[in-house]
């Protein structure tokens, strides 16, 4: 069973940076897709960032080009988000998730971590 633990979280000033870490276990870290997703009070989750297994791919949701940068140390079974720039509209709960290669879900997700930005 695939685990995923998310941590770096916290609040910053816009204009700010964070950086999140996500430690994937139980399974072959280069197996999965790794996702990074958000949802913001009162809002639907939604998709911000995923490096995909087939065809190393790396996708971002348009409001965060330019700003974000997902990154992976296969060593650590860590995926990143570095997190620059930052808005106010970028306030959520933010969870990593993991989907087997081949697949276009996620299923395995973590608790999440608060990113909070002020004006």
């Known amino acids: 069973q695939v685990q995923v633990a998310e941590s770096g979280g916290g609040s910053v000033q816009a204009g700010g940076s964070l950086r999140l870490s996500c430690v994937a276990s139980?399974?072959?870290?280069?197996?999965?897709?790794m996702g990074w997703f958000r949802q913001a009070p009162g809002k639907e989750r939604e998709f911000v960032t995923a490096i995909r297994r087939s065809g190393a791919s790396i996708v971002y949701a348009d409001s965060v080009k330019g700003r974000f940068t997902i990154f992976d140390d296969n060593a650590k079974n860590t995926v990143y988000l570095q997190m620059n720039n930052l808005k106010p509209e970028d306030t959520a709960v933010y969870y990593c998730?993991?989907?087997?290669?081949?697949?276009?879900?996620?299923?395995?997700w973590g608790q999440g971590t608060q990113v909070t930005v002020s004006s």
């Open positions: 139980g399974g072959t870290f280069n197996n999965y897709n």
């Open positions: 998730a993991a989907g087997k290669a081949y697949s276009v879900r996620y299923d395995y």
